[in-house]
């Protein structure tokens, strides 16, 4: 195994569940299956994309991998060290190296400090630098994601959504680390912005050996960055390949529903691609279906789907699918 | 015409000087139009909006311009009646949900609370009537999910609710700010027909801002593109995609990573960035990103020209 073979990160069954009270439903205290027996490797200076529904765990996912949420069952590694059960004084030095920018940038931007404060705080806290060597990486960092000199001294309320974000990208990258887990970080940018973000996170990716996690709804973004992609259903992986080939053939009917409903610019009417539309009701996590937990959902169910549970095996070389009936690739 | 803009101009007092943020625009939206807005980050689209709403509580800020809604003028009004235009008649949606939520109560509770702001119906009614509205904006398990606070909420689930909010009162005029930006495609795809389906049934009018141009391109009638407070390019959806006309709309479309085929190394993104709005150039604000500049450029403010599809530059109008 060569150096970089050796995983940045990894999880091995990671679990992580919310027990919550109801008022308006009889049902007492329920338990929320956020995210489900995950195990995904990233491997360094690669780009994991994440993709998948709306509250099927992706957020959460990524506050477990930075620790920010305590993991309830399994494991995580980051660069072959186990961090499940680490102290805050524990992670200390691990917290430098793995940064996350986060999907909703007002409420991680205190609204009472100057933009400049805020990345430089981190510079405050982990970087052996003097004022002036603080400013002038704060003024860099700016220029890196494309906020102009004079918006050091504003306040986050000062700034447009998209200029917000950019802000919190500049705080992540302060310090160099290893791995940044990117939740939707350029949802709220223009395509011309979000392009030259997109352009940045490569450049730094060549640069500084950076390794990503990306998630995003924009799957025409997650084809670009990422090198390999994995689509989350219901707090599980469902599929796991390089990110091309999934997108040109997905084998999983989830996957398959949810590239072919992809908004395109499209000049021609008749270009309009064919939409794979899912009937069935969401199902909650509260109360995961049996079996496939898809299976309410899919158009290729069959009755080994309502009681079995497909675990995430190789459908081809480098090709993970969780589904009794994948597509052949 | 329901909503008519003439001549907006927003400026924000800060400690270095004046913020221009909207540099004179104007626009006119009909009954049971889609008008699609899009434009570079920091162009102005929120602030533009929030001015017709009403909404912008900065001390800081002056506005100046007309904006009348059938008829009416809104700049002035007192904030009571522009209250109770809002909710009844008007609806936004932010483009941050946690704007229009707070942390302590739970979503059930504030979505029954803004129906009975505008509604005679009882609680219980009320509550009904939030489970069909999350119901419709594809929550699993509505009555639940009643009960959760904003922060047990994943983000597109907070941002369905905050839609759940705004089409509560099957508003006139619908104004969305990046709505579906926290939703995967077929969440989206849902919340898009939710949209068309409120201009069906109730002729409502509907401002769309987002970046997202597949998104434009499938809903919107007509499409507005701003630039540094101004806006550069506006036309019918097939004009602006078919025949863009302005070098910063065609750079915006060039932006647009492709969804098959090859991947490019990197994607063609425009060089340089926006102007600070506290010194704008004399000339056109695009000029110094601008690969089609020329002397005139620099010598003044190319005006929106054409007619139903319009460009504010001096290059197309040349031509
Ligand atoms: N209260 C304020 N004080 C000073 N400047 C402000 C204030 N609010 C907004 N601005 C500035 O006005 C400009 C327009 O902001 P606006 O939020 O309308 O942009 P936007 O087009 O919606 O961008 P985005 O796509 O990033 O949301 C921005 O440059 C912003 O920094
Ligand atoms: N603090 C919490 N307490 C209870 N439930 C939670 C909490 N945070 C998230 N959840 C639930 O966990 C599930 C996964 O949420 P998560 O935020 O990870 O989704 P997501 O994939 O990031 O969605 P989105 O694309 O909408 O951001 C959702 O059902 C959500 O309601
Ligand atoms: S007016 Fe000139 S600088 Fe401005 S967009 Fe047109 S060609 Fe470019
Ligand atoms: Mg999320
Ligand atoms: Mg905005």
């Given amino acids: 195994m060569t150096g970089t073979d050796q995983p940045i990160l990894e999880t091995r069954a990671l679990s992580k569940r919310f027990s919550i009270g109801t008022r308006f439903s009889s049902e007492g205290r329920r338990v929320v299956h956020a995210v489900d027996n995950v195990s995904l490797t990233v491997r360094r200076g690669e780009t994991v994309g994440l993709v998948g529904e709306s509250g099927c765990g992706k957020s959460t996912l990524a506050r477990c991998l930075v620790r920010l949420y305590d993991i309830t069952d399994g494991q995580l590694l980051f660069d072959g060290d186990d961090i499940t059960a680490k102290s805050l004084a524990e992670l200390r030095p691990v917290r430098r190296r793995l940064q996350m920018v986060f999907q909703d940038p007002s409420a991680s931007l205190n609204p009472r400090r100057r933009v ?41 309320h000062e700034f447009s959504g998209g200029q917000r974000q950019r802000v919190g990208i500049a705080r992540a990258i302060a310090l160099n680390p290893d791995l940044v887990v990117l939740d939707e970080p350029v949802s709220a940018l223009d395509v011309s912005v979000q392009a030259q973000i997109v352009n940045l996170l490569a450049d730094l990716q060549d640069k500084l050996k950076l390794t990503y996690i990306f998630i995003a709804h924009d799957l025409s973004v997650v084809r670009q960055v990422s090198t390999r992609i994995a689509v989350m259903y219901l707090g599980s992986i469902v599929e796991e390949g390089p990110s091309e080939e999934v997108f040109s053939a997905p084998a999983h009917p989830y996957s398959q529903a949810l590239i072919s409903a992809v908004p395109v610019v499209e000049t021609t009417p008749s270009g309009r691609r064919k939409r794979i539309i899912l009937s069935g009701d969401v199902p909650s996590p509260l109360k995961p279906p049996a079996g496939c937990r898809f299976h309410p959902r899919c158009p290729v169910a069959k009755d080994r789907c309502r009681t079995e549970r497909p675990a995430l095996v190789e459908h081809k070389s480098g090709r993970k699918v969780a589904c009794h009936f994948p597509a052949s690739v | ?137 594809n929550f699993p398990n509505p009555r639940e999910a009643m009960s959760r606070y904003p922060h047990q909420l994943s983000g597109g689930m907070r941002q369905r609710a905050v839609i759940a909010m705004a089409l509560s009162c099957n508003p006139a005029l619908l104004v969305a700010d990046e709505p579906t930006t926290a939703l995967d495609v077929t969440v989206q795809a849902g919340i898009l027909d ?9 002729n409502s009018a509907v401002v769309f801002i987002t970046h997202d141009m597949g998104v434009v391109s499938e809903l919107a009638d007509r499409v507005m593109v701003m630039y540094a407070g101004r806006i550069v390019e506006r036309g019918s959806r097939s004009e602006l995609f078919n025949d863009p006309s302005h070098p910063y709309t065609r750079a915006l479309l060039g932006s647009i990573p492709p969804l098959t085929g090859d991947k490019p190394r990197r994607l063609p993104a425009i060089p340089g960035s926006p102007p600070s709005l506290l010194r704008l150039p004399k000339g056109c604000a695009f000029g110094p990103r601008c690969p089609a500049r020329y002397e005139p450029c620099d010598a003044g403010k190319p005006d929106l020209a054409g007619g139903s599809h319009a460009a504010a530059c001096f290059r197309v109008a040349q031509a």
């Fill in chain 1, 116 to 156: 400049g404060d805020l990345v430089a705080e981190p510079l405050r806290v982990h970087a052996k630098l003097t004022s002036a060597g603080i400013r002038e990486r704060v003024a860099e960092l700016f220029d890196l994601v494309g906020l102009l000199p004079d918006h050091v001294g504003r306040y986050p």
């Fill in chain 2, 1 to 137: 015409m329901m909503l008519s803009v003439r001549d907006l101009k927003v400026s924000f007092r800060t400690d270095d000087g004046l913020v221009r943020a909207i540099d004179g625009v104007s626009f006119d939206l009909e009954e049971g139009e889609i008008l699609g807005v899009v434009g570079e980050s920091g162009s102005g689209k929120t602030v533009s909006l929030l001015a017709v709403m009403g909404l912008i509580t900065d001390p800081n800020a002056v506005i100046e311009g007309s904006i009348r809604y059938k008829g009416r003028e809104l700049v002035g009004l007192p904030a009571r009646e522009l209250r109770r235009l809002r909710g009844n008649e008007i609806a936004m949606i932010f483009q941050d949900p946690m704007t229009a939520l707070t942390p302590v109560y739970t979503i059930g509770w504030q979505i029954a609370e803004q129906i009975q702001a505008h509604q005679r119906l009882s609680r219980s009614a009320a509550l009904d009537r939030v489970e069909e509205l999350l119901a419709e904006v």
């Fill in chain 2, 194 to 202: 939710l949209v068309r389906k409120l201009r069906a049934t109730h």
